[in-house]
C-alpha cells in the first residue's frame, strides 16, 4: 500500500514557506516528491496520488490472482487427464506388467518376520540411600551454659560450694541425657529408614524380575510360534513340490489370489484340480464391461469456469474391454505355469466367466464368453512379451466370441467338477426341535445335520450350498460351504462339536489343518458348549470363527427354531447309557 511521509516546511529568501511531501508505493516501487505552498492542497494531492497507486496495484493484483486461480484450475485438469491416462494404461499392460515379475511363490514373504511387539522391560533406578540426620553436638563440662554466675557466699561458704557444683553438676548431666535421647531417636530414625528403603529396593527388584521373565516367556512363545509358522509353510511347499494333489491346488489358488490387479477388479476365481491326468480347471470371473473405467480426458473451460470430462468412445472402450480379457487369460495361464515350481501341471483350462445384466430381459445372467486349453509344454514356447493377446489366444484354439464385449455364451472346453464323494445324503433336522430339546443330548448324526440346515438357511441369501460329509471319510471336516458371493465368498469347512465339556485348543488346531488343507477361506468350529482361553487365543488373527452354544441357541432363534442347552442334564444322561451298556446282561 502507499505511504506519505512527514510534511517538510522551508522558507525563502523573503521568508515565505514552502512545503515539500515524499510519498512511495512499494509493490509498484513508485516515488514522488510533491511541492507547493499551500500546506492542505499539497496534502490532498499526496492523498490523492496514493489513492490513484492503489487502485492501479489492487488491479494489478486481481488479474494476477485470477491468473492463478485459471492456471490451478488448468494444472488441476492435465493431473486428472494424467491419472486418466495412466489407469487406462495399466489396462493396456495386463500382461506385461505381470511379466517383469516372477509368478513363483515367494515362500519367504508367506513367513511371519515380525518383530517381538513388545520392548524389553527397563529396570528402574533404586531411589536414593536416606542420608542419616546431622547428630547434635555432645554437651561438655565446660561449656558456659553449664556454668552460671556465682553469687558472693558461692565462693565463701563450703556448702554453697558445694551446692553449686551439684547444681552445676545437674544441668550438664540433663543436657547430656537430653543429648542422648536425641542421637538415639535419630539413629533410630535413620535405621528404620534405611529399612524401608531396603523393602522398597527390595520390591521393586522383585517386581521387575517377575515382569521380565512374563516378558521373556511371552517373546519365547512368540518365537515359538512363528518357528512353528516358518516349519509349516516349508512342509507345505515341501508336499507342493512333491506334487501332493491338495497342496497343489493350496499354493496355486494362494499364487493367483496375491496376483496384483486393481482395487476395482479384484481376482476372483474357482480352482479345480484334477491328479488323474494333471490338468487345472480355472473358472475365472472376469470384469463386466460396465465396469471399466471410460475417463479419457479432462479439460478446463475459462470462460465458463467449470471442467469438462471426455470419456473413450464405445468402439474404443469395446477394443479396450475385449484386449483387457484375453490379457487376464494369458496373465493367469503365466502365473499358474510359473508358480508350478514342481511341474505338477500338465496343462491348465481357463473358463472366464462374466456377471452383467441381460438387456434383452432386465435380468442377472452369468455366462461363460471364452475358454481355452494351454498344455505347459505349448504356452512356455511363446515368448508373451511380443505376442498380440488375441491372436496368441486363437492360437492357441481357445473359443470366443470374435467380440467378447458382447458377452456371448460359449460351451467351456472342461467345466470343473465340485462333486465330492465325502458328500453325504442330507435329512432334515430342524424342523423336528422343540423349545425343550436339549441339543447337548442329541445324537451326534442329526447335530451335524442341524449345523448342515442351520448354515444352508444363513447363506441361502447369498446362493451358497452346504454338503455334509461322511462319518467314515471326513478328515475332521463335518460340512462344507460353497459361498458364491464375489466378497465373502469361497470354500468354508465347518466342524460340529457336540460336547459337554470345554472344547480345548486341539480341536482348533485341527479345524486349521482342515482350512490349509482343502484349500479354502475359512474355517467355522461350532460347538454345544465352550472354548478355553488358549483356544481362542490360538484363533486370535487366523481366518476361523468359533461359534459357542449361546451363540449356536442365538443363530437357531435368527432361523425361527428354538432349543435349549443343558450341558450337566447331557451328561447325566450319558453317563447313565455307559453305566447300562457296562451293566452285566442277564441270560
Known amino acids: 500500500m502507499g505511504r506519505i511521509g512527514p510534511l517538510q516546511t522551508t522558507f525563502t529568501a523573503r521568508g515565505l514557506p514552502r512545503y515539500r511531501l515524499e510519498v512511495w508505493h512499494d509493490e509498484l516501487k513508485r516515488y514522488s516528491m510533491l511541492r507547493g505552498d499551500n500546506s492542505s492542497a499539497l496534502v490532498s494531492q499526496a492523498q490523492a496520488r496514493v489513492a490513484q497507486w492503489d487502485a492501479t496495484w489492487s488491479w494489478r493484483a486481481a488479474i494476477a490472482a485470477s491468473k492463478h486461480h485459471h492456471d490451478q484450475k488448468r494444472a488441476h485438469a492435465l493431473a486428472q487427464t494424467q491419472e486418466a491416462a495412466d489407469v487406462l494404461a495399466g489396462l493396456d499392460n495386463t500382461l506385461s506388467r505381470a511379466l517383469n515379475y516372477s509368478p513363483a511363490l515367494d515362500w519367504e514373504t508367506l513367513k511371519d518376520r515380525r518383530p517381538f511387539p513388545e520392548a524389553k522391560p527397563v529396570e528402574p533406578d533404586a531411589p536414593q540411600e536416606p542420608h542419616e540426620s546431622s547428630l547434635p553436638s555432645e554437651p561438655q563440662r565446660d561449656d ?6 556465682r553469687r558472693v557466699f558461692d565462693r565463701i561458704l563450703p556448702s554453697r560450694r558445694e551446692e553449686y557444683r551439684r ?3 545437674k544441668l550438664f548431666l540433663d543436657a547430656h ?12 530414625l535413620h535405621a528404620m529408614m534405611l529399612q524401608e528403603h531396603e523393602e522398597r529396593v527390595g520390591q521393586m527388584k522383585r517386581s521387575f524380575e517377575s515382569s521380565f521373565d512374563a516378558w521373556q516367556n511371552r517373546r519365547a512363545a512368540f518365537l515359538q510360534t512363528q518357528v512353528a509358522q516358518h516349519r509349516e509353510i516349508e512342509a507345505i511347499r515341501l508336499r507342493f513340490q512333491n506334487g501332493e494333489p491338495e497342496y497343489i491346488f493350496e499354493v496355486l489358488q494362494l499364487a493367483l489370489k496375491r496376483s496384483q490387479y486393481p482395487d476395482w477388479m479384484p481376482p476372483d476365481f474357482e480352482l479345480d484340480f484334477n491328479p488323474d491326468n494333471a490338468c487345472l480347471i480355472v473358472d475365472f470371473q472376469l470384469p463386466p464391461r460396465d465396469a471399466l473405467p471410460t475417463l479419457n480426458e479432462v479439460a478446463y473451460v475459462q470462460s465458463r469456469g467449470e471442467f ?4 473413450l468412445s464405445p468402439t474404443k472402450l469395446d477394443k479396450l474391454y475385449d484386449s483387457l480379457l484375453y490379457q487376464i487369460t494369458l496373465r493367469t495361464l ?3 505355469f510359473g508358480a508350478d515350481e514342481g511341474h505338477a501341471l500338465k496343462s491348465v483350462v481357463f473358463n472366464g466367466y462374466v456377471r452383467d445384466l441381460d438387456p434383452a430381459n432386465g435380468q442377472d445372467r452369468e455366462a461363460c464368453i471364452l475358454s481355452v486349453h494351454a498344455s505347459r509344454e505349448t504356452f512356455l514356447s511363446i515368448n508373451l512379451a511380443r505376442v498380440d493377446p488375441r491372436a496368441c489366444f486363437r492360437s492357441l484354439k481357445g473359443i470366443g466370441s470374435p467380440k467378447l464385449h458382447t458377452v456371448t455364451p460359449v460351451a467351456p472346453i472342461m467345466k470343473s467338477n465340485r462333486i465330492d464323494k465325502r458328500f453325504a445324503a442330507a435329512y432334515a433336522v430342524a424342523d423336528g426341535l422343540t423349545e425343550g430339546f436339549n441339543l447337548a443330548a442329541m445324537d451326534w448324526e442329526d447335530f451335524e445335520q442341524l449345523i448342515r440346515e442351520l448354515f444352508e438357511e444363513e447363506f441361502a441369501s447369498a446362493g451358497g450350498e ?3 460329509t461322511r462319518a ?13 458371493d ?12 457336540r460336547y459337554t465339556n470345554t472344547v480345548d485348543v486341539s480341536a482348533v488346531r485341527d479345524l486349521y489343518g482342515s482350512v490349509h488343507n482343502e484349500g479354502a477361506n475359512k474355517g467355522i468350529l461350532v460347538t454345544t458348549a465352550d472354548y478355553g482361553p488358549d483356544a481362542h487365543e490360538f484363533a486370535k488373527g487366523k481366518p476361523l470363527t468359533l461359534i459357542n452354544g449361546s451363540n449356536l441357541l442365538h443363530l437357531l432363534e435368527k432361523h425361527g427354531h428354538k432349543a435349549r442347552i443343558d450341558l450337566r442334564e447331557a451328561r447325566a444322561q450319558a453317563s447313565q447309557r455307559e453305566a447300562e451298556r457296562s451293566r452285566p446282561s442277564k441270560t
Open 472 to 484: 467314515s471319510r471326513d478328515g475332521g471336516i463335518d460340512a462344507v460351504v460353497f459361498d458364491p
Open 486 to 497: 464375489p466378497i465373502r465368498g469361497g470354500k468354508i469347512v465347518i466342524q460340529a462339536k
Open 466 to 468: 452346504v454338503k455334509v
Open 177 to 188: 541425657d537430653e543429648w542422648r535421647k536425641e542421637v538415639d531417636r535419630l539413629k533410630s
Open 334 to 336: 503365466y502365473e499358474l
Open 144 to 149: 558456659p551454659s553449664f556454668q552460671p554466675p
Open 308 to 311: 469438462v470430462e471426455r470419456h
Open 167 to 169: 547444681r552445676t553438676e
